[in-house]
């Protein structure tokens, strides 16, 4: 692995380096058919059946049942802040949000647009430090959905217990789907920015009931409409084809390092070492309370801002990258997704030892 260093970006964010060596040899001459991967006609049989088996891996993976459409949709997961209500919130009608993060609130102020808006919870009076649980907050009655972000990649907290709830639960997955086994069945909607934790940047992937594909208000455009990309089978204008490549390509090194019951397994284990490091220390401190600690994003401050700082410059210095905190929050960030290898997450843990000591 020639001039690797570890990066601990939250996203975009490390991937396999068996899929990038893959990709780079595909750009060029894809199959051996003797065009590139990204030359190709989206409508080629060669693409389609890349499309088919990104389709296939992911069904299988998260186990999802016949029942839902899988999407591979452009605009990022920014864009499904506004398609989701646009989709599923009719005029007069209510939803209810969690209040986690930054990416919760931007769903909520888009949603807002669209509908009448309930806030059973929020965690920002302590700085978005925790998520509830189930019996912290009730959906509005009669609420068409309720919606909450499963791992907050900004503030390190993460869902360990799904909402229980009569409304359809829409889930913004995108720092950890694929980290671990879910029961899809629980889910109305579930989408995700491939970036962090599936491939490039470019792709959201929607997975959605096909009896919420008819709720559609009349007046949406054709392009934010759930079903005009499941009936084209996500083919009604041109996909992102280098990320649904990518992501493919990430799925089958899912798939041959065991599914995700091991990955959940790795996932924990690595998120332990961290957070062993920082417990048995005084001099760093996690942001997240213990319950809503994510295996993810791993967020810690030190006693400065200063010495922060310094922390950040000296890792950087021993190829440990990306650790600085998101710039509304501050602090540290280790971002440990799926593809971030268990021999980087020591060599933090070692980095940390010693500098505590020099500096404490
Ligand atoms: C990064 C992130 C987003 C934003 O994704 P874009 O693809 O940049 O729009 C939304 N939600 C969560 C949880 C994220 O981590």
């Given at each position: 692995?020639?001039?690797?260093?570890?990066?601990?970006?939250?996203?975009?964010?490390?991937?396999?380096?068996?899929?990038?060596?893959?990709?780079?040899?595909?750009?060029?001459?894809?199959?051996?058919?003797?065009?590139?991967?990204?030359?190709?006609?989206?409508?080629?049989?060669?693409?389609?059946?890349?499309?088919?088996?990104?389709?296939?891996?992911?069904?299988?993976?998260?186990?999802?049942?016949?029942?839902?459409?899988?999407?591979?949709?452009?605009?990022?997961?920014?864009?499904?802040?506004?398609?989701?209500?646009?989709?599923?919130?009719?005029?007069?009608?209510?939803?209810?949000?969690?209040?986690?993060?930054?990416?919760?609130?931007?769903?909520?102020?888009?949603?807002?647009?669209?509908?009448?808006?309930?806030?059973?919870?929020?965690?920002?009076?302590?700085?978005?430090?925790?998520?509830?649980?189930?019996?912290?907050?009730?959906?509005?009655?009669?609420?068409?959905?309720?919606?909450?972000?499963?791992?907050?990649?900004?503030?390190?907290?993460?869902?360990?217990?799904?909402?229980?709830?009569?409304?359809?639960?829409?889930?913004?997955?995108?720092?950890?789907?694929?980290?671990?086994?879910?029961?899809?069945?629980?889910?109305?909607?579930?989408?995700?920015?491939?970036?962090?934790?599936?491939?490039?940047?470019?792709?959201?992937?929607?997975?959605?009931?096909?009896?919420?594909?008819?709720?559609?208000?009349?007046?949406?455009?054709?392009?934010?409409?759930?079903?005009?990309?499941?009936?084209?089978?996500?083919?009604?204008?041109?996909?992102?084809?280098?990320a649904i490549y990518t992501i493919g390509l990430v799925l089958k090194w899912l798939k041959n390092m065991g599914g995700l019951p091991v990955m959940e397994k790795l996932n924990h284990d690595k998120a332990e070492l961290l957070y062993s490091a920082i417990d048995n220390s005084d001099f760093y401190r996690g942001h997240a309370k213990f319950d809503s600690r994510s295996i993810m994003n791993v967020t810690f401050n030190l006693p400065?801002?200063?010495?922060?700082?310094?922390?950040?410059?000296?890792?950087?210095?021993?190829?440990?990258?990306?650790?600085?905190?998101?710039?509304?929050?501050?602090?540290?960030?280790?971002?440990?997704?799926?593809?971030?290898?268990?021999?980087?997450?020591?060599?933090?843990?070692?980095?940390?030892?010693?500098?505590?000591?020099?500096?404490?």
């Open positions: 692995m020639p001039d690797r260093i570890y990066n601990f970006s939250a996203g975009p964010a490390t991937l396999p380096y068996e899929v990038l060596v893959q990709a780079a040899k595909d750009i060029v001459n894809f199959n051996n058919i003797g065009i590139g991967l990204i030359e190709m006609s989206h409508r080629s049989k060669e693409f389609i059946a890349v499309v088919d088996e990104c389709e296939s891996l992911l069904r299988e993976l998260l186990a999802i049942p016949d029942n839902y459409k899988i999407l591979f949709l452009q605009g990022g997961a920014s864009t499904q802040f506004a398609m989701v209500p646009m989709n599923l919130l009719q005029q007069g009608k209510k939803a209810t949000y969690l209040n986690t993060g930054t990416w919760a609130k931007k769903a909520i102020k888009e949603a807002k647009l669209f509908g009448d808006i309930d806030i059973a919870y929020s965690s920002e009076e302590t700085v978005f430090d925790r998520v509830p649980l189930p019996d912290e907050y009730k959906a509005a009655p009669g609420a068409e959905y309720l919606y909450f972000v499963s791992n907050n990649t900004i503030y390190g907290t993460q869902f360990h217990q799904f909402p229980e709830t009569e409304a359809d639960l829409v889930c913004d997955m995108s720092s950890d789907i694929l980290s671990r086994s879910i029961d899809v069945s629980r889910f109305g909607i579930i989408f995700a920015g491939a970036q962090k934790n599936m491939g490039p940047a470019g792709c959201t992937v929607v997975v959605i009931r096909e009896d919420l594909l008819t709720k559609t208000p009349e007046n949406v455009p054709t392009m934010f409409r759930y079903k005009t990309h499941a009936d084209k089978g996500s083919m009604f204008n041109t996909p992102p084809c280098f400065t801002p200063e010495l922060e700082a310094k922390f950040i410059r000296e890792a950087a210095d021993l190829s440990l990258n990306g650790l600085k905190g998101h710039r509304s929050v501050g602090g540290c960030r280790a971002s440990i997704y799926n593809a971030f290898p268990r021999e980087g997450v020591k060599k933090l843990v070692e980095f940390m030892n010693e500098f505590e000591k020099k500096n404490s």
